[in-house]
């Protein structure tokens, strides 16, 4: 069972095809994954729907990641990766419009199958 999710909404430069972006972070969301505290991860393309959906933010990218530590520790390990050269990010990286979330359960899990 995760502790929490971090969803990750990303839109890729205009300089990356919407073809390369996703075959870059199919290999990106492994890496992720493979840093301390994180459960699992599963790409999206999200689709604004109903009041207050913002589809002018214009992301078209989700990553939901299953965490099972704090996001100070998530980050920590990421950037540990990133430093030691696990983790090479692309020259093109800084350019990509991101929007991210930590949530923390505020309750236990409810399956269909308990209602």
């Known amino acids: 069972m995760s502790d929490g999710l971090y969803l ?3 839109k890729p430069p205009a300089s990356i095809s919407p073809a390369d ?3 870059w972070y199919a290999d990106h969301i492994r890496e992720n994954i493979a840093a301390p505290g994180f459960v699992a991860g599963r790409r999206f ?3 604004p729907t ?3 959906a913002n589809p002018d933010a214009g992301f078209s990218h989700l990553a939901v990641y299953e965490t099972a530590a704090p996001l100070p520790e998530l980050s920590a390990g990421l ?3 990133i ?8 020259e093109w990286f ?3 419009s991101f929007g991210s979330w930590y949530c923390k359960p505020i309750e236990d899990r409810i399956e269909a ?3």
Do not use: A, M
Not at 83 to 90: N, Q, S
């Open 8 to 10: 990750v909404f990303s």
């Open 79 to 81: 950037n540990r990766r």
């Open 21 to 23: 972006y996703d075959r």
């Open 45 to 47: 393309t999200p689709q």
């Open 113 to 115: 199958t308990e209602i």
């Open 83 to 90: 430093d030691d050269g696990t983790v090479v990010l692309p």
């Open 50 to 52: 109903g009041v207050g």
């Open 94 to 96: 800084g350019e990509i």
